[in-house]
């Protein structure tokens, strides 16, 4: 094939007149940025207790096995980044790879499932706020929702500012959360367990024993975040390094982190009743290691820290569903209003607003439920949302590149290989999520039902809104995934 440039195969619609945002943000930035929306204080403090659960001593593996998946999702994902030379992420990738229909569903279905996990999260934060008020500093007890709604403002303002600031306050609270992991895992490998220091979870007998299928579901939903950094490819320096940097180091540094700590969370327990533990008291799991190991102080900082790690999920999130709709209003499938970049801050200001201002009203409508019901519910829901995107753009990024064999940044590997696994893998993933919707929910089956219904709605939707403007609005519908 003759040499050809990245930009030439993108048939990027951009032009001078396209609204385009601004920021500075440099690989590290991006990358705990994107992580951010991980909560890895929240995973290592009580999710990766749920993984042990399933796993038993054999979770770090299912965590290890986790990351290989995501670095064959990474290889094509990053390859392709190359001639996308916009902000849309899924969306953009899957429009270039398996046509605009399902671009534009899948647009359709990010948008549900980042708003399904910006409720879980707003619900979550009002939650543990209002307990940690009442129990922890004797204050009087106000409803949750008024704390969701104050961090929603927050949010909110700091999305409508530059990126840069947002940027800037997430690698605050991320070096926070792996400065508290960190002094965790190091008493526990100074002291040993019980049991030693035993790499017996490492081993095969140890993830066999258990359900391997259910772990690494779970630990798939641990990662979720990361796919982001293409969301933010206008705000970065030099974006063709700086993405497929801040994607590879994030996916291998938290996957580092999350493999150590669930070790040492087991050798704090010993191999032989770790699961027994984490069954008995999931939520307690670790605090109380941490209290054991290290002192009351960095238990209580971990209940704060929860807190600061909501909040940060909350941003990311918040940045990330604003610039969806930024993408889509640019490319006119939204009203073009919502297009509109703020002149000072370059940021999507009037997605940022909208995305608020709907966030608030639905928690509003949400005030008379149990938040931690609703935290089960829509990040369930958002979580298998973002998989199901993930196994379309690892089909995408192989159909993308099918004709385009030896182009300039492909291997047989990144551009074949590499997304056939992928898609193999999470294809599996996505089973298990299915077959599993009402447990990774927490409901009940009739709403499990009605979640799933919503979700793949939002999928036929889009796709029967690009079917309409493929008629009605020929040029609008050529733009879609920023072509055209």
Aim: aromatic share 12%.
């Amino acid at each position: 094939m003759p040499d050809v440039s990245p930009l030439e195969l993108s048939q990027d619609g951009a032009t001078a007149n396209t609204p385009e945002l601004r920021g500075n943000i440099g690989v590290f930035e991006l990358m705990f940025t994107v992580l951010a929306f991980a909560a890895p204080v929240v995973v290592v403090g009580s999710f990766s207790s749920f993984v042990i659960i399933f796993a038993g001593a054999g979770a770090p593996l299912a965590f290890a096995i986790t990351v290989v998946f995501l670095v064959l999702f990474s290889a094509g994902y990053t390859a392709m980044g190359r001639y996308l030379p916009n902000p849309g992420a899924f969306y953009a990738y899957i429009s270039a790879g398996l046509g605009k229909h399902l671009g534009l569903g899948s647009s359709f279905t990010a948008i549900f499932g980042y708003f399904m996990m910006n409720m879980a999260m707003a619900s979550f934060f009002g939650y543990i706020l209002n307990d940690f008020i009442v129990n922890m500093l004797g204050g009087p007890s106000v409803p949750w929702y008024l704390y969701s709604l104050a961090c929603l403002v927050t949010t909110g303002i700091l999305g409508y500012l530059r990126i840069d600031l947002s940027a800037k306050v997430l690698c605050v609270a991320m070096a926070l959360e792996i400065g508290i992991i960190a002094v965790f895992d190091f008493a526990v490998l100074r002291d040993g367990g019980p049991e030693g220091r035993s790499l017996e979870p490492f081993t095969l007998g140890a993830l066999t024993s258990g359900e391997v299928g259910l772990a690494v579901l779970y630990c798939a939903i641990c990662f979720l975040g990361f796919e982001a950094t293409a969301v933010y490819r206008e705000e970065t320096k030099d974006p063709a390094r700086t993405v497929p940097r801040a994607t590879y180091l994030a996916v291998l540094f938290i996957g580092f982190v999350y493999v150590v700590s669930t070790f040492l969370l087991i050798t704090a327990y010993g191999s032989s009743a770790a699961q027994d533990v984490a069954n008995e008291d999931p939520a307690g799991m670790f605090p109380n290691a941490m209290e054991s190991y290290v002192g009351t102080w960095a238990r209580d900082s971990v209940t704060v820290l929860i807190i600061t790690s909501t909040f940060a999920c909350l941003l990311a999130v918040q940045n990330i569903l604003s610039r969806y709709l930024f993408s889509l209003a640019v490319d006119g499938a939204l009203p073009k209003r919502l297009g509109r970049v703020h002149p000072k801050h370059r940021s999507p200001a009037a997605s940022s607003l909208t995305v608020t201002a709907v966030a608030m009203t639905t928690i509003i409508l949400l005030s008379q439920s149990d938040p931690i019901v609703n935290y089960g519910l829509l990040s369930g829901t958002g979580g298998f949302a973002i998989l199901l995107l993930m196994f379309l753009t690892g089909l995408a990024v192989f159909n993308f590149f099918r004709d385009k064999r030896g182009a300039p940044g492909t291997t047989l590997w990144n551009a074949t290989i590499a997304p056939i696994l992928g898609s193999i893998c999470f294809g599996v993933v996505l089973y298990l999520a299915i077959t599993n919707f009402t447990m990774m929910t927490g409901g009940s089956t009739a709403v499990a039902v009605g979640l799933q219904t919503a979700l793949w709605s939002s999928l036929v939707i889009g796709i029967v809104v690009a079917a309409v403007l493929r008629r009605k609005r020929p040029e609008t519908f050529e733009r879609i995934g920023r072509q055209g």
